[in-house]
């Protein structure tokens, strides 16, 4: 069964900038999408196919993907971007996810 | 925007089956715009997919979880159903209903029920 990889966390100074990747055998070939989850609340998508916002989320949010890997990028992390970050592709009428990643902003 | 909201007991005991329902509201679940899908967490870990249904009635599921599993809908309700039989302690999770768009090699949940905690214990 096809799998995405994930860190398990990653750590950011405020102001800087995020890279959460995302690995999966040619994952390029499919789309991705990100979802941001903080504690007690229900995952919220901020990047689809790949690159896409929807709307409300904020423009420094975004997302590429090429090769074996997707990457959410967040640009100037504010605190509130502290949360965890999930990927997930479609598959021929499946879903993956990946395992998420721990956002620290510190 | 589509609304969702997942009800059912909140405990279960191992060997028995647990069923979820999902109420759909600001949409139709006869909407082919949407998969209804079913997603859970586990207490402090990720996100699983289980399974979901197309307006045609198509099912699809996680192949791990497949053989427990049954997801139905009540048109009529605008309602969407989840069973898992033979539950065991590793099915203790928050169960999300979502609804999943579907494109062109696509798909992502757009939305998401704030889901309801289940635990399998005796």
């Known amino acids: 069964s096809y799998e995405l990889t994930q860190p398990p966390s990653v750590s950011v100074s405020p102001g800087q900038t995020a890279r959460i990747t995302c690995s999966g055998d040619?994952?390029?070939?499919?789309?991705a999408s990100w979802y941001q989850q903080k504690p007690g609340q229900s995952p919220v998508v901020v990047i689809y196919?790949?690159?896409k916002r929807p709307s409300g989320i904020p423009e420094r949010f975004s997302g590429s993907n090429s090769g074996d890997t997707a990457i959410l990028t967040i640009s100037g992390t504010q605190a509130m971007d502290e949360a965890d970050y999930f990927c997930?592709?479609?598959?021929?009428?499946?879903?993956?996810f990946g395992g998420g990643t721990k956002l620290t902003v510190l | 925007q589509v609304q969702l909201q997942e009800s059912g007991p909140g405990l279960v005991k191992p060997s028995q089956t647990l069923s979820l329902t999902c109420t759909v509201s600001?949409?139709?679940?006869?909407?082919?715009?949407?998969?209804w899908s079913w997603v859970r967490q586990p207490p402090g870990k990720g996100l699983e997919w289980i399974g979901h249904?197309?307006?045609?009635?198509?099912?699809y599921y996680n192949p791990s979880l497949k053989s427990r599993l049954s997801i139905s809908r009540d048109t009529s309700k605008n309602q969407l159903s989840l069973e898992m039989s033979s539950v065991t302690a590793a099915d203790t999770a928050m169960y999300y209903c979502a609804s999943l768009i579907a494109a062109t090699g696509t798909g992502y949940f757009l939305q998401w029920g704030q889901g309801t905690l289940v635990t399998v214990s005796s």
């Open positions: 040619n994952l390029g070939n499919k789309y």
């Open positions: 997930q592709a479609w598959d021929s009428h499946s879903v993956v």
């Open positions: 249904i197309y307006y045609s009635g198509s099912t």
């Open positions: 600001a949409g139709s679940i006869s909407s082919s715009d949407y998969y």
């Open positions: 196919q790949d690159s």
